[in-house]
């Protein structure tokens, strides 16, 4: 492996430092977006309970705030339940923006390294060129050695930045389909309970709405 990344030459070194980078982030990523981690299950019908049941207070908003990213929307429309409905849109829709940043955090660095991993492959494989024909101009082509550490450089980086590229590649683009599922389920949930809390106060004396 040594002899690997020593054949490639210097290029190797920043190749070696996004393949690394590139591991960390897919790694943090697939922790951090986890279904039961950004948008729990039922979070939103346990939430009307504590509204209808009147235990919905502070600490109780505190606590589904710190929840989830999820919670963080709710408990940031919550906030506003006795303004206009529009007050509740826009509280909700500037906690999600905060949020949807958070989520997409360390995706372009991500997609960056997916791009230029093959550009830096390319810039080894045309300095491998050049050394190859460097060494046609001092020594003609009688130097098989230098010819083939040329390139051996160039196939090598090539190579490389491919392999760090195409897995890069598809972990960004899976991991951002995976942000956009998770943006339409939060979506999905919050929408249902501000209908609920919306209807719920039209028509109080029928016991309010539902998340059914």
Known sequence: MFEIIKAG???????????????????????TLQTQRVAPEHLAAQVWNWLKNGEL????????????????????GLAQRHAARETMNEAIEDSGRHV?????????????????????????????????????????????????GGISEALTTTVAGLAVAVPAYIMHRYLRGKVDDLVVRMERETLRLVNAVCEARKAPAAGGGTLE
């Open 100 to 148: 949807v940043h958070e989520l997409d955090r360390y995706l372009i660095t991500l997609g960056t390294i997916a791009t230029i991993s093959p550009l830096l492959g390319l810039l080894g494989t045309v300095l491998g060129i050049m050394r190859v024909f460097a060494a046609i101009s001092a020594s003609g082509l009688g130097n098989p050695a230098a010819l083939a």
């Open 57 to 76: 207070d502070d600490e109780r908003l505190q606590a589904l705030r710190a929840n989830s990213p999820l919670g963080r929307i709710l408990a940031a």
């Open 9 to 31: 030459g210097w290029l190797m070194a920043p190749l070696i430092l996004c393949s690394i980078v590139a591991v960390a982030i897919v790694a943090e990523r697939l922790w």
